[in-house]
């Protein structure tokens, strides 16, 4: 009687080309891949600046903020890939108030996005009635901020 070989392992060709199959899965997938990630990082640099606006716009309706806004006042919060800050003549006091507040550090607050923009800018501007205009200077970034999709 002829003794079977005992064949628990696979072959150099099954090997070859399961190690082909996988590279051809991530040549496809990976551009998706990164595509998805890059989309996550210009989701985060909306979702900060939105929140920024938004803690502003909280602080400025505060009648008891201990450094309000005046009429009048103009602001610039620069965000780059290395960290956040504000330019103003006369309403850091209020700006850092309004972020420190809400636990916001903007020496913290970076840019995450590589494609799209590599910093934003914040511009606002306390109009008479009290209320803060808010506009942006990457026309990119300002689009996203209103919701329009970009390339």
């Given at each position: 009687m002829k003794k079977e070989m005992n064949n628990k392992?696979?072959?150099?060709?099954?090997?070859?080309?399961?190690?082909?199959?996988?590279?051809?899965l991530i040549v496809v997938l990976a551009p998706q891949y990164?595509?998805?990630?890059?989309?996550?990082?210009?989701?985060?640099?909306?979702t900060n600046a939105?929140?920024?606006?938004?803690?502003?716009?909280?602080?400025?309706?505060?009648?008891?903020?201990?450094?309000?806004?005046?009429k009048g006042e103009t602001?610039?919060?620069?965000v780059t890939d290395s960290a956040g800050s504000i330019t103003t003549d006369t309403?850091?006091?209020?700006v850092a108030d309004a972020l420190t507040q809400t636990g916001i550090t903007i020496g913290d607050t970076k840019c995450s996005s590589k494609t799209r923009w590599t910093q934003y800018i914040i511009n606002g501007k306390v109009e008479d009635n009290g209320s803060i205009t808010f506009t942006y200077d990457n026309g990119d970034f300002s689009n996203a901020m209103k919701g329009k999709s970009g390339s």
């Open positions: 392992g696979f072959s150099l060709v099954e090997l070859i080309i399961v190690i082909a199959i996988m590279a051809i990164l595509k998805y990630v890059e989309k996550s990082r210009n989701s985060t640099d909306v939105t929140e920024i606006v938004t803690a502003i716009q909280v602080y400025a309706a505060d009648p008891d903020a201990a450094k309000p806004f005046a602001f610039k919060i620069t309403a850091a006091g209020s």
